[in-house]
């Protein structure tokens, strides 16, 4: 790869983060000559990953590990293991995580890194011997004051517990700082698995009161029946919300008076997926974007709200559970439409903000009560969308480039304070 072939990939995921910053610019006034900073990633590490199969063989996976920026503090963000991971997808990603991280005001910069795997075709053992062999490669980028991973895509807390254990075997001592998203008993935070759909919910519900959207008997779609979309279903069916279509990579499930979430959840459990919960109901899944709903919830993989969908999607509020689910070009349209859409690097940030106090918390070696962590949780959520909506109206701009604009000022002005090495 050439030295900027990747800012120019069209349609691509880094494409998208490109012209998302593009539109920032013309509100940054005289920080606007810091902003090349964030055009490209600090550092990027390809790895080789030989792995011994079960029966014998050596197949050979490659990995990544992006930090896009450490300008605010350490790399933060996920590991995504899936087929489709690619350099320019872990940048993306990686870059989504810096803005995120800046616009919740966590003490981070943005880091992402995936294995291209399709980690359902391995065994436990196999999956084990990858983890370790990943981690034993990016060993030296990443620390609890370097760069932290967490699951993503693909990934759990058994993911995150081997990364811990490989990390710690080669540093002498348990570090269990390096990672985050980890079992409870060994350091992990109480929270952190439903905080991402937690967050969704919290910054939906605060969108909502705001545009005149009741919750209560609104209909609702998600794409994604994974960590962040099930538990957010399963608030927003708590709080009254009628779940009428649910989309995961096996099937699409369109239920007019609603979805029972718990027996739905409890199916995917068992299953891993929700195809056959209820075959009489499954629809052609080019359907889910055609159905009328009052809040759709993307929460699977990026790039899926094309301008086709936004010119005929029927809906008040979008909710981004997901990473970058949807074009630059689309968001023009939503926007025109009226429809009110809540940024990624805002929505999912639930996640990454446990993360924070699951790092803070093994820093220090005490630990939190659940409640404890909720409430902090619903507090940064809070203020973080309220500052985003009050930028927006002050700057007659979309919710997406408003959280950009609160981002960009916090890395920019630090990258400016900092300086250039060597000065
Ligand atoms: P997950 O692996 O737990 O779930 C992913 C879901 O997406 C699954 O239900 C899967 O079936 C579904 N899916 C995959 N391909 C699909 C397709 N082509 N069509 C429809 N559904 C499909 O992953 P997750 O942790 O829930 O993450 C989902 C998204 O949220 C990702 O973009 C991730 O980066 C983002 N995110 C996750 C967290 C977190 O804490 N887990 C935090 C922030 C953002």
Redesign the pocket.
Known sequence: MNQLSYVHQDQSAWNNYLTQLDRVAPYLEDLNDQLDTLKRPKRAMIVNIPVEMDDGTIRHFEGFRVQHSLTRGPGKG?VRFHPCVDLNEVMA?SAWMTIKCAAIDLPFGGAKGGVRVDPSLLSKRELERLTRRYTAEINNIIGPQKDIPA????TNAQVMAWMMDTYSMNAGSTVTGVVTGKPVHLGGSLGRSK??GRGVFITGNEIAAKIQLKIQQAKVCV???????AEAAYLFAQAGAKIICI????ATLYQEDGIDIEALQHYQHTHG?IQGYCPNNEIESTQFWKIPAEIFIP????NVISPEIAQSIQTRLILE???GPTLAAADDILAKRHITLVPDVIC?AG??TVSYFEWVQDLASFFWSEDEINQRLDRIMCHAINTVWDKALDKNCSLRTAAYIVACERILIARKERGTYPG
């Open positions: 996920g990603l699951p993503d895509v693909g905080a991402t794409q994604g029946f994974g960590n962040v979309g989309q995961d990579h096996s997926k929460a699977a993989l990026e559970g997901s990473n999912n996640g990454v």
